[in-house]
């Protein structure tokens, strides 16, 4: 099938240490977008928390701190460069919505500069090194899908892709591409990281972008600190990786350019969408 260049979306997404510092942090990332703006990027996403160190390795109500108005200031610098590069940046962050009440969150900016909305994350852990519930109230904001210039994005947060409904949930919504955020550290995950994203992808006939920070956090937490492994990757609609993935120790802007045309082909030779029996899920709804 002949591709249609009206359909391709040159999408990226980020892999990256912890500087040390929220400033460098967020100075890192614009420059990620300047640079991912040479290669003709029109939507990038950041890693999980991307302006902080990923402190649900421990408790402490220090990194409180972090959390800010979503929109508010760390938004409002990414909304100027979204406004002159003409790129969609979705923004993972610590979100403040009043003292007290935290979430884990992804603002989403449209290419002219303009604020499209958030989601909060719905889905979150409490075990070892991942201690969310010390910091997050699950999320509120149901699964919205942007309409931004390029395409309509879906958000899902890390420890969120465990869960099928919520990635069905932004295929029902209209969602062509739905970022992965994350911070995940070796072990069991490793192998869900191969296997989960492309099975969300294949089951929901979408393109899913799932960015994994990397490095190791000892300065910071000591001997409790992970080493994150990267392997951030583009997936489409049929289950295969676009490209290769990202290395597993290497800040990297990971850039592939999505056919968004290869969703309309994919559902139109497998009806998943047509074939559903809501009338039959009751007892996933139940409390």
């Keep these: ?24 942090m967020i100075a890192k990332h614009e420059g990620f977008v300047r640079t991912a703006a040479a290669q ?6 950041f890693q999980e928390l991307f302006h902080g160190p990923y402190f649900g390795i421990v ?4 990194y409180y701190d972090y959390a800010q108005a979503v929109p508010g200031p760390i938004v409002e610098r990414f909304q100027k460069l979204a406004a002159e590069f003409k790129m969609v940046i979705v923004v993972p962050m610590y979100e403040e919505e009043q003292p007290g009440v935290l979430y884990n969150t992804a603002a989403v900016i449209d290419a002219d500069g ?33 309409d931004t210039k390029y395409g309509k994005i ?14 069905r949930a932004l295929g029902l919504n209209g969602a062509e591409i739905v970022f992965n955020p994350s911070a995940t550290k070796p072990g069991l995950s490793n192998r869900l990281w191969e296997l989960e994203q492309p099975a969300a992808a294949v089951a929901n006939q979408y393109y899913v972008g799932a960015n994994n920070r990397i490095g190791n956090e000892e300065a910071e937490f000591g001997e409790e600190a992970v080493t994150f492994y990267g392997s951030s990757y583009f997936v489409d609609p049929k289950g295969n990786y676009v490209g290769e993935r990202a290395s597993t120790d290497t800040e990297e802007i990971v850039v592939r350019d999505l056919d968004l045309g290869v969703i309309r082909e994919v559902r139109n030779s497998w009806q998943f969408y047509r074939d559903r029996r809501p009338d039959s899920y009751e007892p996933l709804v139940a409390p």
């Design 1 to 24: 099938m002949s591709v249609d260049s009206r359909n391709i979306v040159r999408t990226a997404i980020t892999q990256a240490t912890w500087t040390g510092d929220e400033e460098s």
């Design 40 to 45: 003709g990027v029109q939507v990038i996403c």
């Design 59 to 62: 408790q402490d109500s220090k």
């Design 114 to 146: 303009s604020y499209l909305g958030k989601y909060r994350k719905h889905h979150i852990p409490h075990l070892p090194q991942f201690w969310e519930k010390f910091y997050f109230r699950p999320g509120n904001t149901d699964y919205p899908v942007f």
């Design 154 to 167: 879906g958000v899902y947060i890390c420890y969120d892709r465990h869960f099928p409904e919520g990635w």
